[in-house]
């Protein structure tokens, strides 16, 4: 079998509080249409990418990488999550608030929906003039104290406010309260999930003109009401080289600016390769197969593990990235380095 860098049909999908620059952002005609997300790779049912290149042209992601597991995913990833693809990667226009949320962690979300639980990132792409986000809190507040400050309206007033501008990046771990706020468009990528506690909406209506539902009961039992010093992640950019900004037990995301060719070889982490291309277009040479394709700014692809040995080069001067993947071998030796200090001590 012949494998090939994936490309994907547009999946977006419509919400209240979504902007117009995601279609043009993709190269796609401009809509009045509020346009939120763009689901760039995506496993979740109800909404699975569709390759739109090469021989599974017109195929659902899901029916490829159950016939071809191991070499799509990874060995290693693929037994680790029953054949599964663990990450969704999706682009954001947030023209308005969207709701303070919270999310699950795994243990919590299998056993209230038999899902996966939802740790996510934010890379912020733009941020309009004093745009800024919430994520996590700014004191310690009790449950009985957050049960009524959702009732009264002011639960915005307990949480971290973050003033953001392009390149910054956000680590949110399942139970960490957050919201992206208008004027802000990003990149994310999560665990694979649809799970989302909505804690407080603005008492705004849905696409429906009907109140969204708000799920306050659940999220109590999710949230984590620790406060950090820091919630933002800091990280040096250097340009031809891929910065890791993310290293969690859920995925790895490298950033990179290239003005250059640039060999990306990453066999080494048995996993497949998810790259988002956040700005410039390039072309990306396999050469394993000799294969290329042309990401265009605002689209991804997704490399199958068994052909993570590439050439990234850029087509008008300089190309930005986003890169996210499972860190097995990260993984691996942390596992036996606690197995060695385990036996060291018997």
Same mark, same amino acid.
């Not at 009732?151 to 680590?171: E, M, R, S």
């Not at 802000?184 to 665990?191: D, K, T």
């Not at 909505?198 to 009401?225: C, Q, S, V, W």
């Not at 790895?252 to 291309?277: G, Q, T, W």
């Given at each position: ?22 279609? *043009? ?11 939120? &997300? ?7 049912? @109800? ?7 090469? &021989? ?14 191991? /070499?799509? +995913? @990874?060995?290693?990833? $693929? ?24 999310? #699950?962690?795994?243990?919590?979300? !299998?056993? &209230?929906?038999?899902? =996966? @639980?939802?740790?996510? =990132? ?13 994520? @996590? ?5 009790? *449950?009985?104290?957050y049960q009524h400050r959702v ?9 971290? $406010? ?22 802000? !468009? ?7 999930s649809d799970v989302t506690y ?12 009907? #109140? %969204? ?20 992640? &800091? ?31 990453? +066999?080494?982490? /048995?996993?497949?390769?998810?790259? !988002? ?5 390039? %072309? ?6 000799? /294969? ?6 605002? $689209? ?28 097995? =071998? ?17």
């Open positions: 079998m012949k494998y090939y860098p994936l490309l994907f049909e547009p999946n977006l999908h419509t919400v209240v509080w979504g902007g117009n620059q995601l279609r *043009p952002y993709k190269g796609l005609a401009a809509s009045d249409e509020p346009v939120g &997300e763009s689901w760039e790779v995506s496993a979740v049912e @109800g909404s699975v990418s569709i390759i739109a290149n090469g &021989e599974w042209s017109g195929r659902d992601l899901v029916s490829v990488i159950n016939e071809h597991p191991k /070499d799509i +995913l @990874g060995a290693t990833v $693929n037994e680790k999550y029953g054949g599964k693809l663990p990450l969704l990667v999706k682009f954001i226009d947030a023209r308005h608030d969207l709701s303070i949320q919270v999310h #699950p962690n795994d243990e919590m979300a !299998m056993r &209230e929906h038999g899902k =996966m @639980g939802k740790s996510e =990132m934010w890379y912020i792409i733009k941020a309009d003039a004093g745009s800024h986000l919430y994520a @996590g809190f700014n004191q310690r507040i009790t *449950p009985y104290e009732a009264d309206g002011t639960i915005v007033d307990v949480l971290a $406010n973050h003033p953001v501008k392009a390149g910054d990046v956000f680590y949110l771990p399942a139970g960490r309260v957050h919201a992206i706020c208008g004027g802000i !468009m990003l990149a994310e990528v999560q665990q694979s909505r804690i407080f909406d603005y008492n705004r209506p849905g696409m429906d003109g009907k #109140p %969204r539902e708000l799920h306050t009961e659940l999220a109590a039992k999710a949230l984590d009401y620790h406060v950090e010093k820091n919630y933002r992640t &800091e990280y040096a950019e250097t340009e031809n080289r891929a910065v890791q900004i993310i290293d969690s037990q859920y995925f790895d995301v490298r950033v990179m600016e290239i003005s250059a060719p640039f060999h990306r070889n990453l +066999l080494k982490y /048995d996993s497949f390769i998810i790259s !988002m291309c956040i700005e410039g277009d390039c %072309r990306l040479h396999v050469r394993g197969t000799g /294969d290329d394709i042309v990401l265009k700014a605002g $689209n991804s692809t997704l490399i199958p593990a068994a052909i993570a040995d590439y050439d990234v080069i850029p087509l008008n001067g300089s190309t930005r990235l986003l890169d996210a993947f499972i860190d097995n =071998m990260d993984r691996t030796l942390a596992g036996k380095v606690t197995r060695f200090l385990h036996m060291t001590k018997q």
